[in-house]
């Protein structure tokens, strides 16, 4: 089979190769497309790959390219990881909300809308082009936000699914903590990206025994640690939320850490400085311990799995992906897309039945869902049709509605900010 990866000249793929790799006989490749219009990275991240297979006996071939229609072109399946603007763009995501003392993050509040507005035509055209070439290939997002991005793709009637590892991290971290393999433990992992709960850890399958109440008891500090919450608020949400939810948990707390050092787009930047230089060694042919501080862990293992089952050669049944909801949360329109347990195969994923959510959760569900429509909105029409006042007004009502911002007052600084640091890649501005 072939594979292409859009944005393969992104520091997380050797990650992704590494773990292509050492799961070959789950997702057999013959032929790998690293897709990236920057040459230069295109090269050191290439060479590493081929290096990374030559060394685990991989037989694969790995071909490098700036032509992203040769790329894909008959693709079985095309992975998506690209960061339009680059770091320089997710740095100004990070720091102009502070301005106005909203969070500064890549895929949440006014920085993650910004990133959308930027990401959803670019991803779109590239899914145009792929159906062009080979209408029947899967595609598999791993952009930010993948949530929102993922709902554009499938809107437009592309064969997609988004993936994200926050689950996937989870589910190795409680497999350490009972001393059990990962496939042993079963998530009920219920939300939307970066906003999801933990209502329940099962071991063995979907209808396991729910261990979360022992995990928490035996374990509750660690696992408040990692999410940077008081264990006392863990406990008495009873479940184990995303540590997304400390952007809407802990909000103020959060904007005061941020203000006092750097962007973590400042922080990748110059690790992924140290990274390239790394990839250059002929001699380097594994991925180096550096980039586990990079993000994505277990990226690789959750893509394999996604794209083996969607292609038929093996993979969990399974999984926790991006899709349309379809009444499985019925407080959110069939075409809400949710980030849940699903049956994954060569048709697609299907979301499987999750408990009547505590209005605590569902209703931040429902707002954000309702933040998402109008983000989509705004990326997909903001000024088509009516100019710079329509565009701006579409951005105004999304942030408006995002329960991080939701006050005129920072809605309109907002929007001015959003557009002036984004102006290239708004058509309309």
């Given amino acids: 089979m072939k594979l292409a ?73 095309v992975l ?42 670019v991803v779109l055209d590239i899914a145009e082009r792929v159906r062009r070439t080979n209408p029947n290939a899967w595609i598999i997002d791993f952009t930010n936000p993948v949530g929102i991005v993922t709902r554009a793709l499938l809107q437009a009637g592309h064969k997609a699914v988004g993936l994200c590892n926050v689950a996937i991290g989870l589910q190795r971290k409680f497999a350490r903590l009972l001393d059990v393999t990962p496939g042993e433990v079963h998530l009920d992992h219920v939300g939307l990206n970066h906003l999801t709960w933990e209502l329940g850890v099962r071991l063995g399958g979907p209808d396991g025994e729910n261990v979360l109440p022992r995990l928490l008891a035996e374990h509750g500090a660690a696992i408040a640690d990692d999410l940077r919450m008081p264990r006392a608020i863990v406990d008495r949400l009873g479940v184990v939320p995303s540590y997304y939810l400390r952007y809407f948990y802990a909000h103020d707390e959060v904007v005061r850490e941020l203000g006092t050092k750097p962007s973590r787009a400042a922080e990748v930047a110059a690790m992924e400085k140290e990274l390239l ?12 311990a550096l980039l586990a501080k990079r993000g ?19 993979g969990s049944p399974v999984q926790v992906v991006n899709t349309y909801n379809r009444g499985t949360l019925p407080f959110l329109p069939d075409d809400a897309v949710i980030e849940v347990q699903a049956r994954v195969d060569g048709t697609g994923a299907t979301p499987l039945a999750v408990p009547e ?50 006050q005129f ?18 058509a309309w501005a």
Wanted: hydrophobic share 45%; aromatic share 6%.
């Fill in 296 to 314: 994505g862990a277990f990226y690789s293992e959750a893509a394999v799995d996604l794209a083996s089952s969607l292609l038929g050669s093996g």
């Fill in 277 to 288: 230089a790394m990839y250059g060694d002929p001699a380097l042919d594994e991925k180096p």
């Fill in 80 to 121: 998506l990881q690209l960061r339009v603007g680059g770091q320089a763009a997710r740095n100004q995501d990070e720091t102009w909300p502070l301005e106005c003392g909203c969070i500064g993050q890549e895929t949440t509040g006014a920085g993650g809308l910004a990133k959308a507005m930027r990401t959803v035509p």
């Fill in 409 to 426: 007052e920072y809605a309109e600084a907002l929007t001015d900010k959003l557009i002036a640091h984004n102006r290239e890649h708004l």
């Fill in 5 to 77: 990866v859009v944005g393969g000249g992104s520091t997380y793929t050797p990650e992704l190769i590494d773990g292509f790799a050492r799961l070959r006989d789950t997702l057999p490749i013959e032929e790998l497309v690293l897709v990236d219009p920057a040459a230069d990275r295109l090269e050191l991240v290439g060479g590493l790959a081929r290096r990374i297979f030559a060394k685990q006996g991989h037989p694969g071939r790995i071909v490098t390219t700036a032509d992203l229609d040769a790329g894909v072109a008959d693709a079985d399946a």
């Fill in 357 to 406: 959510l505590d209005p605590l959760y569902a209703g931040l569900i429902a707002n954000v869902t309702a933040y998402e429509n109008l983000a989509l909105e705004a990326a997909l029409r903001g000024g088509r049709a009516t100019g710079r006042a329509g565009g701006r007004d579409a951005v105004f009502r999304a942030l408006l509605a995002h329960p991080l911002i939701g």
